[in-house]
């Protein structure tokens, strides 16, 4: 099974931007087929979507929090998605995952149960 490694987070000033990475871990191809999304989630919230992209990058969603703000982005030369943030807000705090899906598309509606292969997290803490 295709497992997924996210790289990128850290500490950030509010204003400021970071850039998290998504592929997997044996670089299959096979990941250039399928739709990603990220979400986040806090202690005192459940796991929240935040961006989409379809399996050829044609299609983008962002939640309404992150829009203009974000950007979710995927080379798929590197078998790689991308997720740039910028203007961050101390609100954006969050542990960040990736999530991929088996086929190409996603639903209009996104759940975190519309996604079966997970990153393993990353933490992203804005500082005020």
């Known amino acids: 099974q295709v497992q997924l490694v996210q790289t990128g987070g850290g500490l950030v000033e509010a204003g400021g931007s970071v850039t998290l990475s998504c592929a997997p871990s044996s670089g299959t191809s096979r990941f250039n087929t399928y739709a990603v999304a990220w979400f986040r989630q806090t202690p005192r919230k459940e796991r929240e979507w935040v961006a989409a992209?379809?399996?050829?990058?044609?299609?983008?969603n962002y939640a309404d929090s992150v829009q203009g703000r974000f950007t979710i982005s995927r080379d798929n030369a590197k078998t790689t998605v991308y997720l740039q943030m910028n203007a961050l807000r101390p609100e954006d705090t969050a542990v960040y995952f990736c999530?991929?899906?088996?086929?190409?598309?996603?639903?209009?509606?996104?759940?975190?149960?519309?996604?079966?292969?997970w990153g393993q997290g990353t933490q992203v803490t804005v500082s005020s």
């Open positions: 999530a991929a899906r088996e086929v190409g598309w996603y639903p209009s509606e996104i759940r975190t149960t519309d996604f079966g292969i």
């Open positions: 992209i379809s399996w050829s990058g044609g299609n983008l």
